[in-house]
């Protein structure tokens, strides 16, 4: 088994994931543009190069884990993309979120190339990703798939979304759709709990112990009362609120919720926020009520 592997987005979870490969014997190819990344990256044990066709030249599986549409299709289909050098055969592993459509556009070029693609978007957060238990939503061909599973089990545990890429993304954005909500209901909950005058902590120690809480719910509001991280960054929940929307959009579905939690994000976004932890998105709604 060639235990080679390259990895473009070395982020939140893109770091994590590398340092996963590298535990579990992998030499890992990688690229990323920020000096300090580069150098964490090569501090543990991360082969660094200059561009993602450097990497498909190195690597011939390349998982991207970058933040969003416009640099999926730049990596893969860019003039340094992957597709640039990577030989037919290789396959691309697309772990990013993205718009289902776009996400089609990527598989039809790297088809083109004779490149397999398999969608793999996934839940759990970065710290998941160090113990090998994200939930992987994998969208590909058996034949595609079968050869990537020992791969994809170094970071998760694979759930089938069945034979064609885009319906991992779908499930993803009903997965994000959800999570955005609580999110937005988390800030809310937390405010009204400082204006009757209860100790928010023990409203969320309460709720989180109760019917209405879940993992999400606790690890955000943790970081927003212990002003510590939380599951996802500003930008990232931005992207996929809206991705959500854009969903909705499209079937024509009212979908009153998500559209409202929306506007959180994209207030935070206006406020210059994007690069933030999304804990901070409790800064918005105290700027619209407190004194």
Known sequence: MNKTIGIIGLGRCGMPTAKQFIRNGYTVYGYAR???????????????????????????????????????????????????????????????????????????????????????????????????????????????????????????????????????????????????????????????????????????DVVGSGIGGNDYFRLLSKGILENTTSPGGMGQLWKDVNIAVTSARTHNLPLLVVTSAAQYFNMAISQGMGDQDSAKLMEVLEGMTEK
């Open 34 to 204: 920020r000096p300090e990344v580069i150098e964490e990256f090569k501090k543990a044990g991360g082969q660094h190069v200059i561009s993602p066709m450097e990497v498909a030249t190195h690597a011939p599986t390349v998982i991207v884990m970058v933040l969003d549409d416009a640099q999926v299709i730049d990596v893969i289909s860019g003039e340094k993309g992957i597709l640039q050098t990577a030989s037919s055969g290789a396959t691309v592993i697309c772990m990013s979120t993205i718009n289902r459509d776009n996400l089609l556009a990527m598989h039809s070029a790297c088809q083109a190339k004779g490149v397999n693609l398999i969608d793999s978007p996934f839940t759990g957060g970065p710290a998941r990703v160090e113990k090998g238990t994200l939930t992987l939503i994998v969208a590909a061909p058996q034949d595609i798939l079968d050869p990537m599973r020992t791969v994809l089990e170094v970071v998760g545990q694979i759930t089938y979304a069945g034979p064609e890429p885009g319906m991992g993304q779908a499930i993803k954005h009903c997965n994000q759709l959800l999570v955005t909500t609580i999110h937005a209901a988390t800030i809310e909950l937390i405010m009204l709990a400082r204006k009757t005058g209860v100790d928010p902590k023990l409203v969320c």
